[in-house]
């Protein structure tokens, strides 16, 4: 394996915040960085050494960007999978690989492959016909959520469904949205609508001598789809979170996979089920910036650059809350106030626009307790607003 070393340069493909955080750590270590994103001045591009300004499937800017770099990475999954094999047919190294991409942007072969490890998914099937959607309403039931096989996050691309008509107009929308990304095979998938008591995720790292460390169980709420709060340690028994770690050890071993990545899982009654497996630093796992010794930022650098991945040592129980746009401006106002407690930390990624339901930036509050974490950051975020 050799050895990228500082002064050397990481390619990043997308410019948000994940690419922002990424790089900052990646400066902070002594390597330079360059990224490409379509939008100009992108929050990864604010910080970068260098942006080249273009989609994410100009495959010759995309060459450009491998020509640049010493070693490339995404923050975002939904980077074309071609993009990923221009580069590697060049000889370029990229962590993940294509093949990591490949499953994980694409909900049935996903969920097919996490099946096939013998763990625990909500019940699916892959919907191509309305007739399709009838045998999954009789062999899975309702309420049940359809969701395109690639092109979604947070939310998009999905829609819950409680009766046959419901089911049957969500497939024609669906079959809509499927013609502006399209791909071989089904383009949806039928899944159990599960009543979870809790949703958790679990942040993973692997270096290519096949090194495997993971973070602690984090516990998630989402708002519309949206990831709103992240609680760390998670409040669940030592077997839920020894179950979580060997699924996420499954998972990182059989995808090979070299960097970050990040299982989301639904926690119900007993058992976990996996819902996704994004292959990048996670919104989950933002925390680690305040409240590790080493965030998940620095362990992607460490690991795509073949330097040594370390256990996380957890500093302090953390919560972090995500700062959306509401549409009533684009300046956030209120920041002094909360600042003046030590414990709250404020992180922004220079988003020019605050459109409702973009994430802005988040806040990390470091406390003895997550309950009391949580309590602070609510309040926190409660004094700010957009105008
Ligand atoms: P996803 O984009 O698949 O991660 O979905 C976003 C959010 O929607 C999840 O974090 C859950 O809160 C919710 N969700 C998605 N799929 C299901 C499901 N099958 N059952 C219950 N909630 C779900």
Redesign the pocket.
Known sequence: MTLIGPGQTIGILGGGQLGRMLALEAKRMGYRVITLDPEPESPCGQVADAQIVAPYDDLEAVRQLGRAADVLTYEFENVSATSVRALEAEGRRVHPSSAVLAITQH?LREKTFVASLGIGV?AFRAVASVEDVERAAREIGFPA?L?AVSG????KG?IVVRTLEEAREAFGRLTAHARGSPTEGPPMIW??????AK?VSMIGVRDERGTLVTYPLVE?T?VN?I?DTSLVPARVSPRVEEEARQIVRAIGEHLRIVGVYCV?M?LREDRLLV??IAPRPHNSGHYTLDACMVSQFENHVRAICGLPIVAPLLRSPAVMVNLLGDGRGHRLMGVERILEDPRVRVHLYGKKEARPGRKMGHLTVLAENVDEALDLARRARGQLQWG
């Open positions: 909900r909500p959520v969701k979604g996050y947070d939310g999905q899944e159990q609508w599960v009543s979870f949703e998630n989402h789809n990831l989301e639904f819902n996704e």
